[in-house]
């Protein structure tokens, strides 16, 4: 059974950090690409950076390039996503998202509230 499991989320002030985990389990986390999403209140869901399987290549959105970190631990099955100079406008209920190949489908975790306010 596929699981991904997020945590980490938070209210921090504008210009602190987060550290979001994603623990993924019952499929080949190595070879597999991982993906966090965002989604703010009457907002479409954003991708916000994605790590790829083999090789760790990654990419970002524009509006988090140079304060977003994403990596990962394939020793533990878990992606990370290191957030720094937090905004007011990066508050949003993140996922973290595997297209699993062998089952031809794209899954997501629970999600993992991340509020920036003072």
């Known amino acids: 059974q596929v699981q991904l499991v997020e945590s980490g989320g938070d209210l921090v002030q504008p210009g602190g950090s987060l550290r979001l985990s994603c623990a993924a389990s019952?499929?080949?986390?190595?070879?597999?690409?991982i993906d966090w999403y965002r989604q703010a209140p009457g907002k479409e869901r954003e991708l916000v950076a994605t790590?790829?399987?083999?090789?760790?290549?990654?990419n970002y959105a524009d509006s988090v390039k140079g304060r977003f970190t994403i990596s990962r631990d394939n020793a533990k099955n878990t992606v990370y996503l290191q957030m720094n100079s937090l905004k007011p406008e990066d508050t949003a209920v993140y996922y973290c998202?595997?297209?699993?190949?062998?089952?031809?489908?794209?899954?997501w975790g629970q999600g993992t509230q991340v509020t920036v306010s003072s």
């Open positions: 790590i790829i399987g083999t090789g760790g290549s990654t």
């Open positions: 019952g499929f080949t986390f190595s070879t597999h690409t």
């Open positions: 998202s595997a297209y699993v190949m062998i089952r031809r489908q794209r899954y």
